[in-house]
């Protein structure tokens, strides 16, 4: 019965299985993240040669499609948790969802600040409303509407549940950034354009694209769980916690 | 036939009642008393499935109404806290479309009937519900009980803001209900004594 | 138990919502006029030259139209839900995205018919005329509902946050966007020779699909509200 | 019987509504992603040329300002009336006139500063720079404070249910429109090489007419609701 | 001292009352009674100054509200149907921002102690109100009346959704308010009985 789940998930979840099983996965995973991403700029940096009409400037693409990459493939992520946590009613799921929330934003703002950075010098321009550039920006709306939504709502059982609906309602947007280069004419280069080179520079530039990926989803693993702990600690120990600190300091600041 | 089997609930950090077990037979009625915030209002939604137990399960007619769904609610009328009448609306209309989506009659002459049974004169049928006083409006959404045919009713603090007369006619029309071998359910803070049917209380501790 | 059929239910509420906002006349005006109102700026804002004003027309006429659905969209819920009357409805003995679609279906009537009935007259102020102009139409037509369907998730989603409206702008405005797009697209295109039909018949694929998920969605929500 | 000071009585009210937007952490984000996401619509609809984006800047972003403060207008005093907290306001030993203020402050802290300090950003992303930025955050600055004064009328007349003065908060609206008509064109006329002085100083006018005639017409809105 | 002088009040069509005259002398309380609509709101409306009657004139210590205005307000406790706070607000702030707005005490430890006094134990004063229960949430609107240090008080049924216990809490709180010689105006449907202070009925009859 869904109720006894409930339950039985959460001690599943809770520090006997959870804490010491991420414990020791957390600190792996941040030695890999450092590793490839090192390697990968390293590579993308000075291993790789420099573009022959874009110059230097093009070596942002190996931050900037991992980590557009990256926006929306955490955005599934955080969808699918939110989708078991509705279908399970298992509270865990709905933490990891939050827990992705927003390293998944960080990504997007990445991706639209190297984006622009790389703008400036090929398009002359630090933004246009191209579809994809524009699908990308709602993306971090999106993102910021989930937290947001959890943020407003008090009783956190509620919030889960209300994030988590809306957060799968948003999963629409990423198909329409992943076509908008279709669908529109757009200034922003589709998914051939940038594999045009010479073979083995393209063989150097995929390695390094490769490894920054790698590098970005370590990183996102480690900083999700490290996040999953600490809202487990807040919520088991004080579920009222995040509304009673904010009347307290309201009741100091008055 | 109602069965509140080992329910638990609690709000926030608070525990209201634990392992909560009782039966409700058909011509009976539950007394629901406890002092403010012992927790009636959250047993009687818990009964109406308006929200789920921390555990526990209730069951009617021998089946879990987590299953039975729309079923259940065609067997229910639930009058919460909240009259849930539309200020804009004249009581007739308010009636009407409560009662129609309920799915209980509601012809106009029925419709009249029930508000005079509540003590309604005509010349207010007409008028916006916003210009009721507050006992008026009460006894507006008091009246979907002269029109529900439904076996369970479910009522949270029907006496508010009523007149004695008022609450007379309200006891007698459970009265009523009882003796057709309907089951009632209600929290409130008035001693309850009925003429007919049998009483049961629960009190809640908090 | 004498029950409803679900047609049945959908019309009484549908009936329900209308009679109310024939009751309170400002609702009824409101979208109209703000639409009207917020086109009848641009040229204002903007300046007279008609290249201009026939460049940006549809773009202007769409979200025009998508801000007033949006205005609207803060009591679809809200008001129910302060009353009671929500509470009630969540117990009709049928399932709950019949509930949804009569809010949905009387929302649009209200706040998004009149905009398609409406946006010929504002499409000629724009120099809009012929082809454009009933593919204007048809865009709003296919698009309005589905606004109205999207809209109602973020209201049943921010249904007991404070000064939910804005909340509910910020939810439901990128879902907008795509429809925006198509809508405009639509009307520009044909605008400039190359038919719409591509773009409406997109407008209509997220019509379905809105249909298909939205109810879905916004029952949950409001289930969610009201625990 | 110790009275507040007119100002304690000002900043009390202030601090409630500054408190209860504290409450939930979004209110106070919201208003400024509103006017960002309005302001990122319109290209979508319009279409990417840089050149039709300078010249409709000014208009979007004010329309853009103008829609936000609108949205959370709705609840201002609707909220206090429903809960009865509004008649218990009309009791306080203090002339109406001083509770107005209040919550028109409070409201404009939350819903129209904000937008202030945004502006230079979104007038970047539209290709405005420089003077016509700093006119832009000038024109908002002595804008908004008025778009409050005057929404606060409308929301006060709009409690009146008896129907009668709902048209008049249907006229409240309009009332909105020289505000948009100077600050844009303030912006327009800046970017176009003749400065915007003119128009700051009638934006500056009307903010001067608005406080001296606002609180006093909404107090009078406010006794007739209640009646 | 209060006197009402010959009011007449209609709503709409319906003539509520006319020529009611009365006088409330301090140290009395004066309790509205008669059946749901029959005008105990509008009455009590008409003596806080909320709405103007359609004849005749109130007299506070011998000078008319009408000239009064914030003078009176300043003399006036009024709570009525409505709670009138704030569902997001703790029911500590709430009531400081109320008693802070009407000139009333309100520094912390007055708020505590009027909160306790009204029997809201302290584990709910920084809990937002929509948590509480109905009875509660009234509680928190009657805690004013213990930081309260105004002559007159009008009170709309504040026995709604009270249990017994917070009832005869509050039934004191008006005795020790007539004791130091203050005035009471309450519409109810409860039987009034003071132990104190001076009783004096008017019975509406629409
Ligand atoms: C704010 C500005 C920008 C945003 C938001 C943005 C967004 C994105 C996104 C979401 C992707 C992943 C799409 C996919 O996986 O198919 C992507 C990929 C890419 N972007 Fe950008 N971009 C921006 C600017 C630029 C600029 C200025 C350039 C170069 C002139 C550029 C070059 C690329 C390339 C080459 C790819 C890889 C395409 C592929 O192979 O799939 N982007 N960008
Ligand atoms: N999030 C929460 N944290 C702590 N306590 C809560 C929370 N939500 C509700 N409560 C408590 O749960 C109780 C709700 O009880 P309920 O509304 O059922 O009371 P009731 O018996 O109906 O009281 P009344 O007679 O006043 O209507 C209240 O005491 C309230 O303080
Ligand atoms: N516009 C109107 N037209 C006709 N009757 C009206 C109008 N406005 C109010 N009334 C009537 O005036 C009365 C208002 O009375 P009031 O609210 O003071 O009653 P009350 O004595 O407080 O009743 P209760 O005990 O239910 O609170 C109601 O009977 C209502 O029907
Ligand atoms: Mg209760
Ligand atoms: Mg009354």
Redesign the interface.
């Known amino acids: 019965?869904?109720?006894?789940k409930r339950?039985n998930w959460f001690r599943f979840s809770s520090s006997q299985a959870f804490y010491p099983l991420t414990g020791k996965m957390i600190p792996w995973f941040a030695a890999t993240a450092i590793l490839a991403m090192t390697t990968g700029l390293y590579i993308g940096f000075f291993v790789a040669p420099t573009d022959f009409q874009q110059g230097e400037a093009y070596r942002i693409i190996f931050v900037h499609v991992p980590a557009a990459w990256m926006s929306m493939f955490l955005y599934l992520v955080m969808a699918g948790w939110a989708a078991l946590g509705?279908g399970l009613n298992a509270r865990p799921s709905f933490m990891m969802a939050q827990a992705v929330a927003p390293t998944g934003a960080m990504f997007t703002f990445l991706a639209l600040l190297t984006g622009s950075m790389w703008g400036k010098p090929t398009w002359g321009?630090?933004?246009?409303?191209?579809?994809r550039l524009?699908?990308e920006?709602?993306l971090l709306?999106?993102y910021?509407?989930v937290m947001?939504?959890h943020?407003?709502?008090?009783?956190t059982?509620?919030a889960d549940?209300?994030s988590a609906?809306?957060a799968?309602?948003?999963v629409?947007?990423i198909p329409?950034i992943y076509f908008s280069v279709r669908?529109?004419n757009t200034?922003h280069q589709g998914a051939s354009v940038s594999m045009t080179a010479a073979p083995k520079m393209a063989a150097t530039m995929l390695m390094a694209m490769l490894l920054m990926t790698i590098g970005f989803w370590m990183y996102s693993a480690a900083v999700t769980l490290l996040r999953m702990r600490c809202l487990m600690l807040d919520r088991e120990q004080?579920?009222?916690k995040k509304?009673?600190l904010?009347?307290?300091e309201?009741?100091e600041t008055? | 036939m109602l069965e509140l089997v080992e329910l638990r609930c609690s709000r926030g950090k608070r525990l209201l009642f634990s392992d909560l077990s009782l039966i409700v037979g058909t011509g009976e009625l539950l007394a629901v008393v406890g002092e403010n915030g012992t927790g009636k209002t959250s047993l009687l939604r818990l009964v109406c499935g308006l929200s789920s137990p921390d555990s526990g399960t209730i069951v009617w007619r021998g089946s879990q109404i987590r299953q039975l769904k729309e079923l259940y609610h065609a067997e229910l009328t639930y009058i919460g806290h909240c009259n849930g009448i539309k200020d804009d609306l004249t009581p007739a209309e308010n009636l009407k479309f409560s009662a129609c989506l309920a799915g209980d009659g509601c012809s106009d002459t029925a419709i009249r009937r029930a508000l005079e049974a509540v003590g309604l004169e005509a010349r207010l049928h007409l008028l916006p519900t916003r210009i009721l006083s507050q006992g008026q409006k009460r006894r507006v959404s008091l009246a979907r009980l002269w029109l529900s045919r439904r076996p369970l009713w479910v009522l949270d603090e029907p006496y508010t803001s009523l007149d004695a007369n008022a609450a007379r006619l309200v006891t007698q029309r459970m009265e009523a209900h009882l003796d057709e071998g309907g089951l009632v359910v209600v929290a409130t803070h008035q001693e309850m004594t009925l003429g007919t049917g049998s009483l049961q209380h629960v009190r809640l501790t908090g | 138990m004498s029950r409803l059929s679900l047609f049945g239910t959908v019309r009484e509420i549908v009936w329900r919502d209308l009679l109310l906002v024939l009751r309170r006349r400002s609702d009824a005006a409101t979208p109209v006029l703000f639409f009207a109102i917020v086109a009848s700026l641009f040229p204002l804002g903007v300046g007279p030259e008609p290249m201009t004003l026939r460049a940006i027309a549809p773009g202007v006429l769409w979200v025009g139209a998508l801000l007033s659905c949006l205005l609207s969209l803060g009591r679809l819920y809200t008001a129910d839900y302060a009353d009671g009357v929500l509470e009630q409805m969540l117990l009709i003995p049928q399932p709950l995205t019949v509930l949804v679609m009569g809010k949905v279906f009387a929302h649009w009537i209200v706040s998004g018919l009149p905009l398609v009935l409406l946006s010929p007259l504002l499409g000629l102020q724009y120099g809009l005329n012929g082809e454009p102009l009933r593919v204007l139409m048809i865009s709003l037509l296919l698009g309005t509902p589905t606004l109205s369907l999207i809209g109602g998730i973020g209201a049943a989603l921010t249904l007991d946050v404070r000064g939910g409206t804005v909340l509910i702008a910020l939810l439901v405005l990128p879902l907008f966007v795509p429809i925006l797009i198509f809508g405009a697209g639509a009307v520009s295109s044909s605008a400039s020779g190359m038919g719409g039909e591509a773009h409406l018949s997109l407008l209509g694929a997220c019509l379905l699909l809105a249909l298909a998920l939205a109810p879905w969605a916004t029952g949950a929500a409001l289930r969610i509200a009201m625990e």
């Open positions: 019965m869904v109720t006894s339950i509705l321009t630090w933004w246009v409303w191209d579809a524009t699908s920006l709602i709306f999106l910021a509407g947001l939504l943020a407003s709502i008090e009783d059982r509620r549940r209300a609906t809306f799968l309602v948003g629409v947007n329409i669908w529109w200034l004080n579920p009222t509304h009673t904010v009347m307290q309201a009741m008055h």
